[in-house]
């Protein structure tokens, strides 16, 4: 009994010395595991570290010298004071130009006007001299007088569709017994379908306003003088008589209004001072493209009576020059003698407008087809 206790005993006791022995080559398995790991990576490191200690040293000339930093610095300098100069000259030239702006305002708040002219308060009738206020007084007097387009045609009794025919000329004075008095307005509304297109109108009335608006006039030879991508101002002089409309035209895909304006005292101009004459105008043209291609066109002309720079023209004589004698007509009805003449006068030549407008666009379209050729 004794010895089979003895060798289990031992037995167990070999079991345990076989276990304990297996866990130490486990632990010595992966201790040596873990130190090949970090041999490996403490190689890797010191690979690295020689590496970098082998790189040259930067060389100086990567780095700027104090030479090159102050040459820039003297370069960002002359820029700087480059652009101070410029923005200095234009604020120079902004003060310049409202200076020249204030200037026109307070000139055009002083010209004398008569009759009709004084109720509007868009009646700019000056342009100065210098360039850019010159653009901008141009501007402003076209897009007020296109701002009461509508107003105006609606003043003067237009019919609502611009299709209907309208052809009326007025001579209104202020006091139908006393035609001595200086305001004497005529009226002239026109409303008709043209043959010609939308697009070849517009460019008759801004190259050739003068002459259309003018052309029964002996001896006139209407010039365009200048020219903006919205404006236009034809000058020419006849009878004595100065003629300086500022046109401005605005479109539309299928329409397009023309607003002209008498300018009376123009800086650029010495016929205002001059001693000829001139007569206060404004005109609206609307004109928009029908259906079939051909153009509605609608037309409103305000004129003032014939004046010089100090006064108007004596209508005894300003009738004289239209071939009607009043010198022994009665004052009391020399109004009616002169409206009468006027638009028996007037109506014929405006019966010639037509023409002149089919020539003139004849022209036109000979000279595009020698363009193309």
Not at 162 to 176: G, K, Q, R, W, Y
Request: aromatic letters at 6%.
């Amino acid at each position: 009994m004794v010895k089979v206790k003895d060798e289990d005993k031992v037995n167990r006791r070999r079991i345990y010395m076989r276990n304990m022995m297996r866990l130490y080559r486990q632990e010595d398995r992966e201790a040596l595991a873990y130190l090949t790991e970090r041999a490996a990576a403490l190689t890797a490191e010191l690979a690295d570290l020689q590496q970098r200690r082998r790189r040259p040293p930067p060389r100086r000339s990567d780095r700027l010298s104090w030479c090159d930093i102050a040459a820039g610095m003297g370069e960002a300098l002359v820029d700087a004071q480059q652009e101070h100069k410029t923005l200095h000259a234009q604020v120079q030239r902004r003060d310049l130009l409202l200076q020249h702006v204030e200037r026109w305002v307070h000139r055009s708040l002083s010209i004398g006007l008569t009759g009709h002219l004084q109720s509007l308060p868009w009646r700019q009738v000056l342009l100065p001299g210098d360039s850019d206020a010159r653009l901008l007084a141009k501007t402003w007097i076209a897009q007020h007088l296109y701002m009461h387009t509508s107003r105006m045609f609606e003043q003067f009794g237009f019919p609502s569709s611009i299709e209907t025919p309208l052809s009326t000329l007025d001579v209104a004075f202020h006091d139908e017994l006393d035609a001595t008095h200086d305001d004497m307005q005529v009226v002239i509304r026109r409303q008709a379908v043209s043959d010609v297109p939308l697009g070849d109108l517009a460019l008759l009335y801004r190259l050739h306003l003068g002459t259309l608006l003018m052309g029964h006039k002996r001896h006139a030879t209407s010039n365009l003088v200048e020219a903006t991508p919205t404006t236009t101002l034809h000058r020419m002089v006849a009878d004595g008589e100065c003629v300086n409309l500022l046109g401005g035209e605005f479109h539309t895909p299928d329409s397009c209004v023309f607003v002209v304006q008498q300018i009376t005292c123009d800086d650029r101009c010495d016929d205002d001072g001059g001693g000829l004459r001139q007569r206060h105008r404004m005109m609206w043209f609307d004109m928009r493209r029908l259906p079939d291609g051909r153009t509605a066109v609608r037309n409103l002309n305000l004129i003032g009576r014939l004046r010089t720079a100090d006064a108007a023209i004596p209508l005894v004589e300003e009738a004289r020059e239209i071939g009607c004698d009043l010198t022994h007509v009665p004052l009391e009805h020399q109004a009616r003698c002169f409206r009468a003449h006027f638009q028996n006068l007037v109506g014929l030549r405006r019966a010639s407008m037509p023409t002149r407008m089919m020539d003139l666009w004849a022209s036109l379209k000979a000279q595009r087809n020698t363009s193309v050729q």
